[in-house]
């Protein structure tokens, strides 16, 4: 469900308005939801309002106004002289006259509780002499003025009820307007490039929004100590009085996020540093914990079998998904050590822990350690396979590789580049990359060497991940401090990603067969694009 509103009852209960199916209650903070729109009908509610001397609840729909005089059990239409509008706003006066805006018709007033209403809309122009019609947001203060939020022209003002209206926006640098709140004589205006407060009834704004790391305001909140509330393009913000603009802890949008997987059946899975798993069945637009049966909320890696089974690898052991009881269960006979890393390639799961490396079919059920160099338990530092099947693995800076249906695992003659902390991935080539450097190797089996193929990603930027999309050529795409980058010319040339992307450090990156790229953020949670290059 999209929700478009969210309002608190006297009695604690939650109303909540959706882009369909009508209003939902919860009375016990939101952990369960039952329909609430007897008579209402399957319409959007954008807007909720409740007069607190009747106790009359009034809803702003795709099909009008609508009245509950049984706290939004049963709804009755509210509708004389509104002619079937889109009510995008709604607010009680302080002589209660109820208010709506509407999305293209401008703004009505009812005297008589929504029995009948009258156009309010004179003096409805912005700076350009155009009439304003798309009344987003409505706020009333304590000495009877009305105020206005339009969709681009700006904040209105009325001080007799909505006769005649005025432009009050000498201040504002975005006249989009998203949220406005008025209390004791102050206003607030969120807007499309910050927020703005203005100490004289609205006759001059100024930003307050220095420090936001999101300007884009979508919806503005005032509580009761003063803190300030900004739901934004990227998060929920805050700012306690005297304090800067702070991020608040949302869930998805904040952890870090260390590992991705896209499966076909299930949705994107995204591993996070200290808040575990989420889930999200509708790529990406939204996230649920996914945690049940986890010990750890450490995500080292994600990987699903041939049979379409899904695998977690935490900071203590392996887990195997069980959507028959909808939890993570344990999946480690065999294994020794903290995992690491953890893939799946050539019919078989491989994980890397602090004991050394360790695999096993997907047909079976027990874990085996790997000989590398003759020992059982020498420490593996990176890991990948490729399209193909060939599993490689790096310990100190000897290379590994296993073939398909081949059960040893023989050394490559090949170092890895020096530098701390080489990870793989591959294609069509095998590649290395350090935080700073970016290697392919090349040559024949009895001559492999590395050449540096990174030099046009961005100066002082750190590689966090690289991912491989095979095709005719390699395309490799990089998440870095600076962005996400991609080369389809073996790093000839380096280019970057396009689109809602913030300036924020990227530490994952993962290319489905679909052709979505997924990029896991630092502090905003995963980012969705699309491979445009070979489609």
């Known amino acids: 469900r999209f929700l478009m509103t969210l309002t608190v009852l006297p009695d604690g209960s939650l109303l909540a308005g959706a882009v369909r199916g009508g209003i939902f209650r919860s009375h016990d903070g939101g952990r369960r939801w039952a329909p609430s729109s007897e008579g209402l009908g399957n319409s959007q509610v954008p807007a909720i309002v409740r007069d607190a001397k009747t106790g009359l609840l009034y809803a702003g729909t795709g099909s009008g106004v609508y009245k509950s005089a049984d706290q939004g059990r049963r709804w009755t239409a509210s509708n004389r002289g509104l002619e079937m509008v889109l009510s995008r706003s709604l607010a009680v006066g302080a002589d209660g006259t109820l208010y709506t805006g509407t999305g293209g018709n401008g703004l009505f007033a009812s005297r008589d509780g929504g029995g009948v209403w009258r156009r309010i809309n004179e003096g409805f122009a912005d700076e ?90 979508q919806a503005l909140l005032l509580a009761k100590d003063g803190t300030l509330y900004a739901g934004t393009g990227s998060g929920v913000l805050e700012r306690p009085p005297g304090s800067p603009w702070r991020s608040v802890d949302r869930g998805m949008a904040f952890p870090a996020v260390r590992t991705i997987l896209v499966d076909p059946m299930k949705g994107v899975f995204a591993g996070t540093e200290t808040h575990g798993l989420f889930r999200s069945k509708d790529t990406g637009e939204t996230w649920v914990h996914f945690n049940e049966g986890l010990e750890s909320r450490a995500i080292r890696g994600l990987a699903r079998d041939e049979a379409g089974v899904q695998y977690a690898a935490t900071a203590d052991t392996i887990y195997r998904a069980d959507w028959g009881l909808s939890r993570w269960v344990p999946d480690a006979q065999g294994l020794n050590g903290a995992p690491r890393k953890l893939i799946a390639a050539g019919g078989r799961l491989v994980v890397a822990t602090s004991h050394g490396l360790f695999e096993r079919p997907m047909t079976s059920t027990a874990w085996a350690p790997v000989v590398l160099a003759g020992a059982p338990s020498i420490a593996v530092s990176a890991l990948t396979g490729d399209p193909s099947g060939v599993v490689y693995a790096a310990a100190g800076r000897q290379m590994y590789r ?16 020096s530098g701390s902390s080489v990870e793989l991935s591959a294609g069509h080539a095998l590649y290395a990359w350090t935080d700073r450097a970016v290697f392919r190797a090349s040559g024949s089996e009895g001559g492999l060497r590395w050449d540096e193929i990174g030099r046009g990603l961005p100066e002082g930027s750190a590689i966090g991940s690289l991912a491989v999309i095979g095709g005719e050529r390699d395309l490799l795409v990089a998440a870095t401090s600076g962005g996400v980058w991609w080369t389809a010319d073996s790093g000839a040339e380096w280019h970057p990603s396009h689109g809602r992307l913030p300036a924020v450090p990227f530490q994952t990156i993962h290319a489905a067969e679909t052709g979505l790229i997924l990029a896991g953020s630092e502090e905003h949670g995963v980012f969705v694009g699309v491979d445009l290059v070979p489609r």
Do not use: C, H
């Open 128 to 217: 350009d002499g155009l009439r304003e019609n798309f009344i987003r947001v409505l706020a009333t203060d304590d000495v009877g003025a009305v105020y206005a939020g339009s969709f681009g022209g700006g904040i209105f003002k009325s001080t007799d009820g909505g006769r005649r209206w005025f432009a009050v926006n000498e201040g504002l640098t975005n006249l989009s307007i998203r949220g406005l709140i008025a209390v004791r004589g102050v206003l607030y205006a969120g807007t499309g490039e910050g927020i703005f407060r203005s100490a004289t009834r609205g006759s001059r704004w100024d930003s307050i929004s220095e420090g936001m790391p999101d300007p884009n305001v």
């Open 402 to 417: 296993r073939r398909p249906e081949d059960p040893r695992w023989e050394p490559m003659g090949l170092q890895l580049p």
